[in-house]
C-alpha cells in the first residue's frame, strides 16, 4: 500500500526500499517507534486504507511523523487527514505538544495536508543538504 501510495510522487521508490523503510520504523532504527500514536484505517472490506507511523527521534528534539500514507484508491477524501488528527491527539495525550515532519519539494497533497492540520513551515533545507527536504512543525 505505502509504495503505491507513493508511486506517482516525487518520494517515489522500489517496493524492497520501501519494505526496507518500514522495518527500520517499527525497528526503532529512526527512534523509538512510539506504536501509541500510529495506526492503521481500513475499508469496510478490511483493506488497508491508510497509516502513519510516528518515531520518537532524539535528534529532530520532538516525535516525527516518520510515514503517513493513504492508499491511492482513498486518497484526497479525508483519510490522511483523519490519521494525522488522531495521532497528534495521541501524542497530544501522551504529554507531547510538538511534533515534526519532512517534507520533499513538490510533494504538494503532503505539504497541504500537514497545513491543514495546523503545521507551520519552520525550516527549508538546502538541496545539497542530505535530503532537500523541508520541515514543519506543529
Ligand atoms: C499525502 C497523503 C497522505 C494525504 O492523504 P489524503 O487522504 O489523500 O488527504 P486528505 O483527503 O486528508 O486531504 C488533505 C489535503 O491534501 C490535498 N490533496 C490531496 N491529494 C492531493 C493532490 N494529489 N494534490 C494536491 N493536494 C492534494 C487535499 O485537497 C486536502 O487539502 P484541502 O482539504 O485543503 O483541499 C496522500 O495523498 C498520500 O498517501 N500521498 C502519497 C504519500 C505521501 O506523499 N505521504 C506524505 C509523505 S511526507
Same mark, same amino acid.
Given at each position: 500500500?505505502?509504495?503505491? +501510495? ?13 519494505? /526496507? ?17 500510529? #495506526? ?8 488497508? +486504507?491508510? @497509516? ?28 490522511? #487527514?483523519?490519521?494525522?488528527? /488522531? ?8 504529554? #507531547? ?9 513538490? &510533494? &504538494?497533497?503532503?505539504?497541504?495536508? #500537514?497545513? &491543514? ?16 527536504? &523541508?520541515?514543519? @512543525?506543529?
Amino acid at each position: 500500500m505505502v509504495h503505491a +501510495a507513493f508511486s506517482h510522487t516525487v518520494d517515489s521508490a522500489p517496493l524492497e526500499s520501501w519494505r /526496507r523503510k518500514l522495518l527500520a520504523i517499527v525497528g526503532h532504527q529512526y527512534g523509538s517507534f512510539v506504536s501509541s500514536a500510529s #495506526f492503521v484505517a481500513e475499508v469496510s472490506s478490511g483493506q488497508l +486504507a491508510g @497509516t502513519v507511523l510516528v518515531t520518537d527521534f532524539a535528534r529532530y528534539q520532538a516525535p516525527v511523523i516518520a510515514l503517513i500514507a493513504v492508499s491511492p484508491g482513498v486518497q484526497d477524501k479525508g483519510v490522511g #487527514f483523519y490519521l494525522l488528527r /488522531r495521532s497528534l491527539q495521541a501524542l497530544a495525550i501522551e504529554g #507531547f505538544p510538538k511534533c515534526r515532519a519532512k517534507i520533499s519539494p513538490g &510533494n &504538494n497533497a503532503s505539504l497541504q495536508l #500537514f497545513r &491543514n492540520a495546523g503545521f507551520e513551515l519552520c525550516r527549508v533545507e538546502p538541496k545539497s543538504s542530505q535530503q532537500g527536504h &523541508n520541515r514543519s @512543525t506543529s
